[in-house]
Each structure stands twice: as C-alpha cells, then as structure tokens.
C-alpha cells in the first residue's frame, strides 16, 4: 500500500471558497463550538490561504492576511498529530516571508501553544477570550 501524500498549496478565498469554508465549518463552528458570526469576516477574501491535501482530500486550512496574522489553522479531527498543521504554518510563514512580513503573529487557542513554540513563536501578553476560546497572542521573529 502506498504511502499517504500530503501537499499544501496557497489559493485564495475566491478561488476556494466551498471547500474552506467546509474543513472551517467542521472544525470551529461544528467541533469547537465558535458562533457562526465569528467565523467568518472580512480578512476571508484579503488574506491568502493554504490548503492543505491528504491523498489530493481537503484536510486542512489557514490563512495570512495583510498585517502579518496567521489565523483559522484548522485540521480535521481524526488526522491532527500527523504534521499537517506543520505543513500549513510553514507554508504560511514562508508567504509571510516572501511578502516582507518579518513579524507574523497569530491568536492560538491555549492549549495548542506548544505546537506554536515548537514552530519558533513565542507568546506576548495575557490570555484572553475570542469567540468564548482563551487565546494567546503570539509572535515569530523571522529572518
């Protein structure tokens, strides 16, 4: 049996929309529980996003807008733990990269800080509530 092949790949919200909108939908609102109303916003169709694949299936998303956040890092249940999340986020802090953002920074969710560490982010500031989920603001120095 073959192995599973991940790929991760920039797109836009126009471009992508559905099935974005799709792995989001499942993961935040579904699972975790984040109104609708939160979810979706205006930085949806500025920022570019990555997609994420696992056997050409869509798994996962996040997406970087124009002021250097990271935001809506999302995999599907089931399949976290397998590096995807890992795939994404460099992807993104590649862009990031590539488009002179020295500086990105994201909102992580509590409990996933360590996964951001271990990615070089390093936490500012006090934990506080978006969308009834304690988040911390993180940053990366890149160079």
């Avoid at 609708?36 to 996962?60: I, Q």
């Avoid at 800080?113 to 070089?120: A, I, N």
Wanted: net charge negative.
């Amino acid at each position: 049996m073959p192995a599973d092949t991940v790929e991760c790949v920039l797109t836009t919200w126009s471009t992508d929309r559905a099935v974005l909108q799709k792995i989001r939908r499942e993961v935040f609102i579904d699972e975790q529980l984040v109104p609708e109303f939160d979810e979706w916003d205006d930085d949806d169709s500025v920022s570019v996003h990555a997609l994420a694949t696992l056997n050409r299936e869509p798994v996962g998303t996040g997406r970087l807008n124009p002021g250097g956040k990271i935001g809506r890092i999302a995999v599907k249940a089931g399949l976290r733990g397998r590096g995807i999340g890992t795939l994404i986020l460099r992807q993104l802090l590649h862009e990031a990269y590539h488009r002179g953002i020295r500086e990105p920074y994201l909102h992580a969710q509590v409990q996933v800080v360590p996964f951001y560490e271990k990615l070089g982010f390093r936490i500012e500031g006090d934990v506080f509530d978006e969308a009834g989920i304690s988040h911390v603001r993180m940053k990366h120095a890149l160079e």
